[in-house]
């Protein structure tokens, strides 16, 4: 085996990962090659670093930056109540959130880009491509859009609501809440659509609230990666810019 | 995610590492990564879990779990070799 076997498996070694033979061989190289063992222990330094990190608290004034740059509707709607979510066992939910939200709130992104295309009323499909101008089309894409931008809003509720101590609980009522009332403004326009479908003033309507919505959670999910990566300069950065868009 | 993979190929390097690990160079480390791999390396390394459980979440392959692993640890590595003793205090 050579070193360059032997660094293709390290990391997996460190963790002992490998089958019994291979974990064998590359004890045996290391045992002879002071090069690969001290990558062996640099590796193994490494990971024990990191499983010392623990969890990183963001700071408060943080959060009620975030509540801040999002904005308040007309018609403030008493809070829901919370419904019964399980506590998370560690941090790692909230990086399943993350990462699904991110995920998740990119797919909606891209959808709204694309219901924002002019779309000229009373168009037909014929000779236009993929029938973007349909308001078949226009109705899947939206049902498409509003279907993701559920499951985005759920992970970031999970966020918010299993607060196990990362969160600041007030802050996370205010983020909440105010998350709420942009959902009226949202409720609202999905049923001016629905008694209207044709409207395009409806429309406009419930996509510049999805618009909100969603950059409300690239905010937050893109603060909550820096902070969680440590990043306070970043954080604060995106913070400051979060109500540019 | 799978968008954010980070692929490129890695050396392990010459430098040495302190043989104490710092939290706040680690941190900082951390920062500089591709998100694939910091996203996997955190779930693993600082998290706990387990491959299985990582390449259910994100919707990747165990495998690339384990090779996003092994390349941000041997960044991380490479990161932290580079950093002379004391380079904390010397920023900003």
């Known amino acids: ?245 | 995610l799978t968008d954010a993979i980070d692929d490129e190929p890695i050396a392990a390097g010459t430098g040495t590492m302190r043989s104490v690990v710092d939290r706040v160079d680690l941190e900082r480390g951390l920062a500089t990564l591709p998100p694939g791999c910091r996203t996997v390396f955190v779930l693993h390394d600082v998290e706990g879990l387990e491959h299985r459980e990582i390449a259910e979440l994100l919707g990747i392959s165990d495998g690339t779990s384990k090779s996003q692993l092994h390349k941000a640890r041997f960044r991380l590595r490479a990161t932290l070799a580079a950093q002379p003793a004391g380079a904390r205090g010397q920023e900003r």
């Open chain 1, 1 to 245: 085996m050579t070193c360059q076997d032997v660094e293709r498996l390290l990391s997996q070694y460190v963790d002992g990962d490998l089958d019994a033979a291979a974990q064998a061989a590359v004890s045996s190289h290391i045992a002879t090659c002071a090069a690969c063992r001290a990558l062996a222990d640099d590796l193994t330094r490494v990971r024990n670093a990191a499983r010392a990190l623990g969890p990183v608290a963001p700071p408060d004034h943080i959060w009620l930056e975030i509540a801040g740059q999002i904005r308040l509707g007309d018609h403030p709607t008493p809070a829901a109540a919370p419904p019964a979510a399980p506590r998370p066992a560690s941090t790692a939910w909230q990086w399943i959130g993350l990462a699904a939200g991110l995920v998740l709130v990119t797919l909606v992104a891209y959808l709204v880009m694309h219901l924002r295309t002019p779309q000229t009323p009373g168009t037909t499909t014929a000779g236009n491509g993929a029938a973007t101008g349909s308001v078949e089309s226009v109705a899947q894409e939206l049902s498409m859009a509003l279907e993701h931008y559920d499951k985005a809003i759920a992970q970031l509720e999970l966020l918010a609501k299993n607060n196990d101590g990362t969160i600041d609980a007030t802050t996370a009522a205010t983020l909440q809440h105010n998350l709420s009332v942009i959902d009226q403004a949202i409720a609202e326009s999905r049923a001016a659509l629905a008694a209207d479908p044709q409207s395009q003033p409806a429309l406009d309507s419930l996509i510049d609230a999805l618009r909100s919505k969603v950059g409300v959670l690239q905010t937050t999910v893109a603060l909550m990666n820096e902070i969680r990566r440590g990043n306070q300069e970043g954080a604060a950065r995106v913070a400051a810019g979060a109500g540019k868009s």
